[in-house]
T-cell receptor, first 114, second 108 residues
C-alpha cells in the first residue's frame, strides 16, 4: 500500500499559470519534504515542514510556496511557473528531522511547462 | 554543510556481474541512507545505515563512520538493478544532503 502519495503523476501547465502539486501520507510522520529534481541531477531540497514549522532553504525561489493544512497533507504551489521550473517534484516524509529513521518518497510529479 | 561525493558517476555492467558503489562524506554523519531511483523516477529507500553492515538479498551496504564513507555492494546484477543510486546523509537535526548519484546500466 502506498504510504506517500503524490498527485498528479504528470502535470502540464502553461508559462506563468499557477499550479499546485499535492502530497499525502499515511505514516503519521512529523516531517514532510519537497524536493525538485531536474534531469540527471540529485534531488534538491526546496523546503520542509517539521510539524507545522516551515523551513525554507536559502536558495529556494520566492515563486515556490508550500502549505501544510494538517499532518497528512502538504502542497507545493508554484505561483508563476517558468520554463526552468520543469522538473520532477518529489515529496518525502520522515519521523523526525535528523532522526534515525528512513526517508520515504512518493512517486513524484513530473511537471512540464509549455 | 556536509558534502557528499559518490563514485563512480556512471557504471555499465554485464548481467551477473558484481559491483561496488562508494559514498564519501566531508564530515561525520549520524544518518546515512542509500536510495535507488528506477527509470520511472521513483526513489526507493534501500538501506538506513549510519554504521556497520546490512544485507538485503543481493544488496548489502557497509558504513565506516570513523572514516566517513559507505559502500553499496550489488551482487549478481540484473537488468532491473539499472537506475541511479543515491546516498544521502546528515548530522544533527538537519535535512539529508544527497550525492550526485551513480548511474548504473546493467545489460543482458
Amino acid at each position: 500500500d502506498a504510504m506517500v502519495i503524490q498527485n498528479p503523476r504528470y502535470q502540464v501547465t502553461q508559462f506563468g499559470k499557477p499550479v499546485t502539486l499535492s502530497c499525502s501520507q499515511t505514516l503519521n510522520h512529523n516531517v514532510m519534504y519537497w524536493y525538485q529534481q531536474k534531469s540527471s541531477q540529485a534531488p534538491k531540497l526546496l523546503f520542509h515542514y517539521y510539524d507545522k514549522d516551515f523551513n525554507n532553504e536559502a536558495d529556494t525561489p520566492d515563486n515556490f510556496q508550500s502549505r501544510r493544512p494538517n499532518t497528512s497533507f502538504c502542497f507545493l504551489d508554484i505561483r508563476s511557473p517558468g520554463l526552468g521550473d520543469a522538473a520532477m517534484y518529489l515529496c518525502a516524509t520522515q519521523d523526525r528531522v535528523g532522526a534515525n529513521s528512513p526517508l520515504h518518497f512518493g512517486n513524484g510529479t513530473r511537471l512540464t511547462v509549455t | 554543510g556536509i558534502q557528499v561525493e559518490q563514485s563512480p558517476p556512471d557504471l555499465i555492467l554485464q548481467e551477473g556481474a558484481n559491483s561496488t558503489l562508494r559514498c564519501n562524506f566531508s564530515d561525520s554523519v549520524n544518518n546515512l541512507q542509500w536510495f535507488h531511483q528506477n527509470p520511472w523516477g521513483q526513489l526507493i529507500n534501500l538501506f538506513y545505515i549510519p554504521s556497520g553492515t546490512k544485507q538485503n538479498g543481493r544488496l548489502s551496504a557497509t558504513t565506516v563512520a570513523t572514516e566517513r564513507y559507505s559502500l553499496l555492494y550489488i551482487s549478481s546484477s540484473q537488468t532491473t538493478d539499472s537506475g541511479v543510486y543515491f546516498c544521502a546523509g546528515n548530522s544533527g537535526n538537519t535535512p539529508l544532503v544527497f550525492g550526485k548519484g551513480t548511474r548504473l546500466s546493467v545489460i543482458a
